[in-house]
């Protein structure tokens, strides 16, 4: 469970974030939806610590942490992140890469001895499991497709054994197929796992088909926070003004139909 | 305007003066190309008249004498040895300096300014200049030579490792960051794998320029090769001469083959 209370971001006089507030419940998957520029990056890199908001808090786990001390490890767990560009080491191994999940509480001597605690490479081989990655724990990185290199991002944030995973655009840079491959993974760990997710979109469809919660995000603000089903025409076109998509309004019929939440056929790819 | 079915294509100056300040821009560099050459003494006459100068001591060196390379083994060995420990301890010495040199890992634009400017220093003394405080300081011997192209080797060997390492993908260094993981460990397993490959590639160039700079080091008595070409033209021996020169060639053309080889195979 986290959550986030008045956050603000502004750079210079340009306000990104105003007055953010929103919880995500444990096990919850959360899309935030927005137009490039809208600041969900923003928000997120704010979440983690990798840019420092202007003001508000988080509450991990029934504790509050300042804007101040968000992404200290001493004071709060970890909210682990995943990015657009998979951001992996490509020379280094899968497994490495996974470790660096790991490394915050590894001894520099150690680590550069590329001594692990057992502990840590059974975390670590645990998290590529789930993605169903073990078997290519001795690769190296850029051996891997696409698609294959954001699932060992996904085990990277789990291995750190994350209360929150945030993903920034995740699969942005993926085909159609790979996109939801690589999302039902996502999907399939926060139910198992408990771990929330709040998940970074611009496709309408993916954030229909894999969101629990929508969060719309325009100009900086919350302009819709429900259920994919309480959608409507008119709030998408709010969160993106001026798009003309004939397709929308189709998507939106169609998907009231055939939703099938709970558990997607994508599990079983997952587990295959 | 077409002459004899050509036509001059050539866009016009863009400048205020057009065509008058490309022509005012001519005559100053040639009037300062002048100038400096009457400073350079440069005399076509000269070089004429010492052509045959030229010809007369190329003639005494031939045929080179081989049998003096029954001396020269040693001192070819000895300025490969002196470039090879020059490049590792010019690497060591570079590699403290090269991380604060570096724009994106320094912690202070100041620190990145000072180190660039004490890497500059290092390169900018010529190798014989390092070499001849060093022989003064520590006496004759090839550990002399070392040291110098170690200082010399250190100054290029940091800056090109600081440039590799700003040309890194920031990526993984944020995803490291968002990790809590720390600086130094960030070093080890996020930037260092990203440079190793470039970096090598610089050190193995190194060692080629090292092998090349060796070869004279011996000139001011800082051990190698370069002595017995020196002593032996001041005896007038220059046969011995020639073999020295035929000896160093073969030395820096074999570096660079093999240097050039691995670095293909880096990359």
């Known amino acids: 469970m986290i959550e986030v209370r008045n956050l603000a971001k502004a750079y210079g006089k340009r306000t990104v974030l105003h007055d953010i507030s929103l919880s995500v419940r444990a096990g919850e998957f959360l899309v935030v939806l927005g137009p490039s520029g809208a600041g969900k990056s923003t928000l997120l890199r704010c979440l983690n610590g990798l840019i420092h908001a202007d003001k508000g808090s988080i509450v991990i786990d029934g504790k509050v942490v300042n804007v101040g001390d968000i992404g200290n490890r001493e004071k709060q767990r970890p909210i682990a992140m995943i990015f657009q560009q998979h951001n992996l080491v490509k020379r280094l191994s899968v497994l490495k890469n996974v470790l660096v999940g790991r490394m915050a509480g590894v001894s520099s001597l150690l680590a550069l001895l590329q001594l692990f605690r057992d502990e840590d490479v059974e975390i670590a081989l645990d998290a590529l499991r789930q993605v169903d990655l073990e078997h290519k724990a001795e690769m190296r990185a850029d051996q891997l497709s696409g698609g294959e290199q954001q699932r060992v991002g996904i085990a990277r944030a789990l291995a750190q054994r994350p209360a929150v995973i945030l993903a920034d655009e995740p699969v942005a840079s993926l085909d159609p197929k790979t996109s939801r491959v690589v999302l039902g993974f996502l999907q399939r760990i926060c139910k198992e796992t408990g771990i929330s997710v709040i998940c970074n979109l611009h496709q309408v469809e993916y954030a229909l088909e894999?969101?629990?919660?929508?969060?719309?995000?325009?100009?900086?603000?919350?302009?819709?926070?429900?259920?994919?089903?309480?959608?409507?025409l008119d709030t998408i076109h709010r969160i993106y003004p001026g798009l003309e998509d004939p397709g929308m309004e189709r998507l939106l019929r169609t998907d009231r139909k055939t939703k099938p939440q709970a558990v997607p056929p994508l599990a079983r790819v997952a587990t295959a | 305007m077409t002459v004899l079915g050509m036509r001059f294509v050539v866009t016009p100056p863009s400048g205020r003066l057009g065509w008058w300040g490309i022509g005012i821009a001519g005559a100053l560099a040639a009037v300062a190309l002048w100038w400096t050459a009457r400073g350079a003494q440069i005399n076509m006459e000269n070089l004429a008249r010492g052509l045959p100068y030229m010809w007369d001591f190329l003639s005494r060196m031939m045929p080179p004498n081989f049998g003096f390379m029954n001396k020269l083994w040693n001192a070819a060995f000895e300025s490969l040895y002196v470039a090879i420990w020059g490049t590792i301890f010019g690497v060591f010495l570079a590699l403290p300096f090269c991380f604060f040199a570096a724009r994106n890992l320094s912690p202070h634009p100041a620190v990145f300014h000072f180190m660039r400017q004490v890497l500059n220093c290092m390169r900018g003394i010529n190798e014989i200049i390092l070499a001849l405080i060093f022989v003064a300081a520590i006496g004759l011997g090839p550990f002399a030579g070392v040291l110098?192209?170690?200082?010399?080797?250190?100054?290029?060997?940091?800056?090109?490792?600081?440039?590799?390492?700003?040309?890194i993908d920031n990526g993984p260094i944020e995803a490291f960051r968002s990790a809590g993981v720390g600086r130094f460990k960030t070093v080890v397993?996020?930037?260092?794998?990203?440079?190793?490959?470039?970096?090598?590639?610089?050190?193995f160039y190194r060692l080629?320029?090292?092998?090349?700079?060796?070869?004279?080091?011996?000139?001011?008595?800082?051990?190698?090769?370069?002595?017995?070409?020196i002593s032996s033209m001041k005896l007038f021996q220059y046969q011995d001469t020639a073999m020295c020169i035929l000896v160093i060639l073969a030395m820096v053309l074999a570096t660079d083959l093999i240097s050039s080889r691995i670095r293909a195979m880096i990359r």
């Open chain 2, 208 to 229: 080629e320029t090292n092998v090349r700079q060796a070869t004279v080091l011996g000139m001011v008595g800082a051990g190698g090769i370069g002595f017995e070409l």
């Open chain 2, 148 to 167: 110098a192209l170690a200082v010399h080797g250190a100054g290029m060997l940091g800056k090109f490792f600081a440039e590799a390492i700003e040309d």
């Open chain 1, 210 to 232: 894999f969101g629990e919660r929508i969060v719309g995000l325009s100009g900086g603000n919350i302009i819709f926070d429900d259920t994919p089903d309480k959608l409507t």
């Open chain 2, 189 to 203: 397993f996020g930037v260092l794998p990203q440079v190793l490959p470039q970096w090598l590639g610089t050190i």
